[in-house]
C-alpha cells in the first residue's frame, strides 16, 4: 500500500510540472503579439533615454567635465540592448503568422516558444536597464594630473638666480618670465628646480605643467602635451581640430591659477593659438621658459629676461671637483693644481665641467693632466666626450642661425686667440673685404647689416660683450667654432689656426694648400721665407708676431687673398716688391708695424678699399700718387703716422704744410667714406676744409703742432658730421677754442646739435688754453680727458656758456648727460669744471691727478644711480668739499698712489 501511494504521489506532481510547463509555454505563444508591443514600446523608451543621457553627457563634456564610468557603461549597454531587440522584433511578424487562428497552437511549436521565451526575457531586461539608467550626475570635473617633481644633479652656482627667479614669481605685475643663456649653461636645471619648489609648496596655485618645447614643435604637439597633464587627452578629443582643442584646453585652464613652465624654446609659441590663457594681474598664473636666444624672450613678451650666466672662477672649481672626486685629486701632489688648469678651460661652462670632470675622475697620475691640457688648448674636440656630449648640444645654435652669411661670420671668429676682446668695427671691415656682407657697396653701409649680425650673435649667446665697441667669444664656443671650421667644413672652406703657440717659423707650406682662412697671430715668427701655395686663400691673420723679414715669394700663390693682417710686428720694416702679386687684395692692415716706406708697386692693388696705417711712426715715404691710384678706396687710417710729404723729402713747404700734400691725394679718392687722418699744420687743415667730402666722412681727427695759431674756430668743424673722436695736441700758442655768431647764424638754422657724433675729446699740451666751453655742443659726448694744459682755470665757464647761448639763441640744459669718463691731469690751475652741480647721469669714472686747485666736483646725484669712481690722491680727496653729503657717499675713492690706474 505504502509503494502505491507513494507511487500516486509522484505521478501527481510530475502531471502537475508538466502541465505548468505546457501552459507557460502556451503562454508565451498566446502573448507573443500583446509581448511584441511592449517590446516595441520599451524599446522606444529605451531609446529615449539613452538619448536623453547621451545629451546630458555631451552637454557636460562641452563644459569640459568627465563622464563618469558608470555612464559609460550603462551607454554601452543600452546600444547593445537597443541592437539585440531591433533584430528581435524582427523576426516577431513572421512567427505571430503560425499560430492557428484563435489559438494559441502554433504551426511550428518549438520555434514559437523560443521566440516568446525570447520576448518575454528581453521586457524584463529592459524594464530592469530603464531602472539602472538613472543618474543624479552624469559627469565631474576633470582629474588634475599631479605636479611633476622634476629628476636633477646637484647643482652649483645656480642658487642665486634661482632666488631672483622665485623672488620675481612672488610679485603679482610678472607673469612672463624668460630665462635664455648659452646651451650647457644649467638653464634646464635651473628650471627644474623652480619646478620642483613649486611642488613642495605650491603656494595656491591649482596646478603646475612642465613641457619640453622640441626645436620642430607644432601647436598640435602643444596641445596634446598639455591636454595629457589637464586630463583631456582621449581619442575623441584628438579628432578635433587645433582651434577646437584650444577652446578646450582655454576653458579648463582659464579657470585655474597655473605655472607653465616651458623648456628650451627655439621661437614664439602662441600662446592664444594653444589655448592657454594669458598670465596676467587678473589671473595670477605664471610662465617660465628658458631658450638660447634672447630674442624669443621678446617675442613671448618676457616682462623680465634673466641671463644665467656661466660660473665664476669658485664655483667652477667646486663643481670640478665633485665629478674628479677627492680620491684623484689627492693621489698626487701636483694634480690639484693641474686640475684647476683644466678646469679654468671649460670657461665655467657646467657642462664642459661635467663633462671634463667625470672624463678625468681616474686620471691619477700628472702626465695624463698635462695631456688633457695641451688637447682642450689645441684641439678640444679630440678629448674624451666633448664632440658627443658639449659640441653636440652647442651645435644646435650654430645650426639655427637663420643663413649661411650668419654662420660664416660666427666662424671667423674662431681666428682669434682664446678670451681676446675683439673690436667689432674692425671684424666688420674684415667681413666686407672678405665678401662675406654682400648687401651693400659701401663700407659704411656694411656696418649697419655687421652690427646687426654680431648683435644677433650675443642674443644667440654665441657671443659675449666685452665693452660697447668689443665682444668675446667663450672659449667653449670657439672651441665648437674650431671643431665646425677645422675639421666638418668643405676642405676648400676649411681653416688653419694656430694662435698663441709660441711658433718660431711660419708652419710647412703643405698645411697651407687649401686653406680658406689661416691664423698665425700671437706667435714668434721672425721670418716668412717660402713660398706657399695657397689659391683659396681668403683670410691671412700675421698680427702680433716678431716679422722682420718677408721673401720677395711669399705671396706670389694667393691669387684671392683678399684680408692681410700684418699689425703690431714692430721690426717689420719693410714690404716685399712681391705684395704686388696680390691682386685680388682688399685690406691690408700695417697699423703698429716699423714701416719706413710704402712700396710703388702697391699701385696694383687696385681692389684696395681698406688701408690701415695707424701708429706707424717710422713710415716717411709715400710715394706721389700711390694713394690717389687707390680709385676704390673707402677706409683709410693714418692717425699716429710719420708720414709728412708724399715724397718723403723733408723739405720746401713741409714744415708750414705739414701733409697737405697727402691730404691733396685723399681729395681724389670718390669712394672714400670712412676716414682717420692726423693734420699736423693750420696749413694742412685748411686744404682739409676745401674738401667738402672729407669732412664728410672724417671719423677721427687728429690736430697737432699748431704753433702759429692762437684761436681754433669750431667753425671750422662743425661740418663733420660723423666726426666721434677729436684729438688736440701740442698746441703751444693756442689760446681758445669757440664758437663764432657766423656759427650760430649760419649752422643753428641747421640744426641744433652740430656735433652729434662726437664721442670722445682728448685735449693734452696746449699750454695756454683756457677753458673747453664750446663742447656743450657735443650731446653725446661720453669721454672728455684733458692733460697737461697749464692755464686750464675751468672746463665750461660759466660767462661764455651765457655768451653762446645768447649768440646761438638756445639754451643746453643737459650738459655732459651722457659723459661716462671724465679725466683731468696736470691742470695746477684749474677751479672748476662748471659751476652747476649736474646730475651726471651716466658718468661711472673720475680721476683728477695734480690738479691741486680744484676743490669741487659739481655732482649731485639721484638715490637710485651706482655709485662714481673717483679716482686721485688721498690728501687731494680729503681736501674735497662737498655741498650734499649724498654725493659723496655715492663715490667710490680709489687711491691713485695704489697704481690701480
Known amino acids: 500500500m505504502g509503494n502505491l501511494c507513494s507511487i500516486s504521489i509522484s505521478m501527481e506532481d510530475t502531471v502537475s510540472r508538466c502541465w505548468d510547463c505546457i501552459v507557460r509555454q502556451a503562454s508565451y505563444m498566446c502573448k507573443l503579439e500583446e509581448n511584441h508591443k511592449a517590446l516595441s514600446l520599451s524599446l522606444e523608451e529605451l531609446r529615449a533615454q539613452r538619448d536623453d543621457v547621451n545629451r546630458t553627457v555631451d552637454c557636460a563634456e562641452l563644459q569640459l567635465l568627465k563622464r563618469l564610468s558608470q555612464v559609460q557603461v550603462w551607454l554601452s549597454r543600452a546600444e547593445t540592448m537597443i541592437t539585440e531587440v531591433e533584430e528581435l522584433i524582427k523576426d516577431i511578424p513572421q512567427e505571430t503568422q503560425k499560430l492557428c487562428h484563435a489559438c494559441c497552437f502554433s504551426k511550428n511549436f518549438k520555434s514559437s516558444y523560443k521566440l516568446g521565451q525570447q520576448v518575454a526575457r528581453k521586457l524584463e531586461e529592459m524594464d530592469d536597464l530603464k531602472k539602472k539608467g538613472v543618474f543624479d550626475k552624469v559627469a565631474e570635473n576633470q582629474p588634475v594630473a599631479p605636479m611633476d617633481v622634476r629628476p636633477i644633479e646637484s647643482t652649483v652656482g645656480l642658487e642665486s638666480t634661482l ?3 622665485w623672488s620675481l614669481l612672488q610679485e603679482k605685475d610678472v607673469g612672463i618670465i624668460g630665462l635664455y643663456g648659452l646651451g650647457g649653461v644649467g638653464k634646464t636645471s635651473l628650471l627644474a628646480q623652480i619646478n620642483n619648489k613649486f611642488c613642495s609648496m605650491p603656494v595656491g596655485y591649482d596646478i603646475v605643467i612642465w613641457l619640453v618645447v622640441s626645436k620642430d614643435h607644432t601647436v598640435s604637439k602643444i596641445q596634446e602635451k598639455i591636454a595629457e597633464k589637464i586630463g583631456l587627452s582621449n581619442d575623441m578629443w584628438k579628432m578635433k581640430s587645433c582651434d577646437g582643442k584650444a577652446r578646450d584646453i582655454f576653458t579648463v585652464l582659464n579657470k585655474k591659477k597655473f605655472v607653465l613652465f616651458l623648456d628650451d624654446l627655439w621661437e614664439r609659441v602662441d600662446l592664444i593659438k594653444v589655448g592657454i590663457p594669458l598670465p596676467s594681474l587678473e589671473n595670477g598664473s605664471k610662465l617660465v621658459f628658458t631658450t638660447r636666444h634672447l630674442e624669443v624672450c621678446g617675442k613671448m613678451e618676457a616682462q623680465k629676461k634673466i641671463k644665467v650666466e656661466c660660473l665664476g672662477a669658485d664655483e667652477s672649481w667646486k663643481l670640478f671637483q665633485d665629478k674628479v672626486g677627492e680620491e684623484t685629486l689627492d693621489s698626487h701632489p701636483d694634480i690639484r693644481k693641474l686640475a684647476k688648469m683644466v678646469a679654468a678651460e671649460c670657461g665655467g661652462l657646467p657642462l664642459a665641467l661635467i663633462t671634463i670632470g667625470r672624463a678625468m675622475a681616474c686620471k691619477k697620475i700628472p702626465e695624463a693632466w698635462k695631456y688633457a691640457i695641451e688637447v682642450l688648448k689645441q684641439s678640444a674636440h679630440r678629448f674624451a666626450g666633448m664632440e658627443e656630449e658639449v659640441f653636440s648640444l652647442l651645435i644646435f645654435s650654430y645650426d639655427s642661425l637663420p643663413s649661411d652669411t650668419m654662420r660664416s661670420c660666427l666662424l671667423y671668429f ?22 662675406l656682407l654682400d648687401e651693400f657697396d659701401s663700407m659704411r653701409k656694411a656696418l649697419l647689416q655687421g652690427y646687426n649680425i654680431i648683435d644677433s650673435l650675443l642674443n644667440a649667446c654665441l657671443l659675449e660683450q666685452a665693452g660697447e665697441d668689443y665682444v668675446r667669444m667663450h672659449d667653449v664656443i670657439r672651441d665648437m667654432c674650431l671643431w665646425i671650421a677645422c675639421e666638418r667644413e668643405a676642405v676648400e672652406k676649411r681653416f688653419f689656426v694656430q694662435v698663441g703657440h709660441q711658433l718660431g717659423e711660419a708652419p710647412d707650406v703643405g698645411k697651407w694648400e687649401g686653406v680658406r682662412r689661416m691664423s698665425l697671430m700671437r706667435n714668434q715668427i721672425v721670418n716668412l721665407r717660402s713660398t706657399p701655395t695657397c689659391p683659396n686663400l681668403r683670410t691671412l691673420f700675421l698680427n702680433k708676431n716678431t716679422l722682420k723679414v718677408i721673401s720677395e715669394g711669399f705671396f706670389k700663390l694667393m691669387p684671392n687673398l683678399r ?89 720746401g713747404n713741409v714744415l708750414n704744410g705739414g701733409n697737405a700734400g697727402l691730404i691733396e691725394e685723399l681729395k681724389c679718392l670718390q669712394h672714400l667714406n670712412m676716414l682717420s687722418i692726423e693734420i699736423k699744420s693750420a696749413f694742412a687743415l685748411e686744404t682739409f676744409l676745401t674738401s667738402r667730402n ?21 667753425l ?52 695756454r688754453l683756457r677753458d673747453v666751453t664750446w663742447l656743450t655742443f657735443a650731446p653725446n659726448l661720453t669721454m672728455l680727458s684733458v692733460h697737461c694744459c697749464p692755464k686750464m682755470e675751468e672746463i665750461m665757464s660759466e660767462r661764455k656758456l651765457n655768451e653762446t647761448e645768447n649768440v646761438v639763441g638756445i639754451p643746453y640744459p643737459n650738459r655732459f648727460a651722457k659723459l661716462k669718463e671724465l679725466h683731468l691731469r696736470h691742470l695746477p690751475q684749474l677751479k672748476s669744471i662748471c659751476s652747476d652741480a649736474l646730475p651726471f647721469p651716466c658718468l661711472t669714472d673720475i680721476s683728477v691727478f695734480k690738479c691741486s686747485k680744484l676743490k669741487k666736483l659739481p655732482l649731485s646725484f639721484d638715490p637710485e644711480r651706482n655709485k662714481i669712481s673717483i679716482q686721485g690722491t688721498l690728501s687731494w680727496w680729503k681736501e674735497l668739499e662737498w655741498e650734499d653729503e649724498t654725493a659723496r657717499n655715492k663715490c667710490l675713492f680709489v687711491d691713485s698712489s695704489l697704481g690701480l690706474w
Open 716 to 767: 671750422s668743424l662743425a661740418n663733420m658730421e660723423r666726426l666721434e673722436f677729436l684729438h688736440v695736441a701740442n698746441c703751444d700758442n693756442m689760446e681758445e677754442m669757440k664758437i663764432t655768431r657766423d656759427f650760430g647764424e649760419m649752422r643753428m638754422a641747421q640744426t641744433n646739435t652740430p656735433f652729434n657724433s662726437l664721442g670722445r675729446v682728448f685735449i693734452e699740451r696746449c699750454r
Open 163 to 165: 632666488l631672483e627667479v
Open 563 to 651: 684680408v692681410l693682417n700684418l699689425s703690431d710686428n714692430t721690426d717689420l720694416r719693410e714690404l716685399p716688391e712681391g705684395i704686388s702679386e696680390l691682386v685680388s687684395l682688399e685690406y691690408l692692415n700695417l697699423s703698429g708695424t716699423g714701416i719706413e716706406e710704402l712700396p710703388v708697386k702697391l699701385k696694383s692693388l687696385t681692389k684696395f678699399k681698406c688701408l690701415d696705417l695707424s701708429s706707424t711712426e717710422n713710415l716717411k715715404r709715400i710715394p706721389q700718387q700711390l694713394i690717389s691710384s687707390f680709385s676704390i678706396l673707402q677706409v683709410y687710417r693714418m692717425v699716429g703716422s710719420g708720414v709728412y710729404y708724399q715724397d718723403g723729402m723733408i723739405e
Open 414 to 435: 674662431s681666428l682669434y686667440p682664446e678670451d681676446h676682446v675683439i673690436n667689432k668695427r674692425n671684424l666688420i671691415e674684415y667681413w666686407f673685404c672678405e665678401g
Open 694 to 714: 672729407l669732412q664728410g666722412c672724417a671719423e677721427e681727427l687728429v690736430l697737432r703742432n699748431f704753433p702759429e695759431s692762437k684761436v681754433l674756430d669750431v
